[in-house]
């Protein structure tokens, strides 16, 4: 049982407007989309949310071994050398 703590918070208006659309979109009571978006805004996944991935493609394998600031170290690399090439 998740343990809820009733409080009063101060918001701006246009904060308010941005919350009632969400409710009228998702059908959600107000305080649901209010705590969604303080966990999205946390960094939390709010509870019963699902994932969706950004692309259908499978990541390809040949660059999961590598380190992603690697990897960006050897394009720049590669970049710099054409550009001093030229």
């Not at 107000?30 to 966990?39: D, E, M, P, S």
């Not at 949310?49 to 394998?61: C, D, H, I, N, S």
Request: hydrophobic share 45%; aromatic share 6%.
């Amino acid at each position: 049982m998740m343990l809820c703590v009733r409080t009063t918070v101060t918001i701006d208006a246009d904060t308010e407007a941005l919350l009632r659309l969400e409710v009228e979109r998702t059908g959600l009571s107000f305080k649901a989309v209010l705590n969604q978006a303080i966990q999205r805004a946390l960094g939390r996944r709010p509870s019963g949310v699902r994932l969706q991935p950004l692309f259908a493609a499978p990541f390809p394998l040949e660059l999961a071994p590598q380190s992603f600031n690697r990897l960006a170290a050897e394009w720049e690399d590669e970049d710099t050398v054409l550009e001093l090439g030229s």
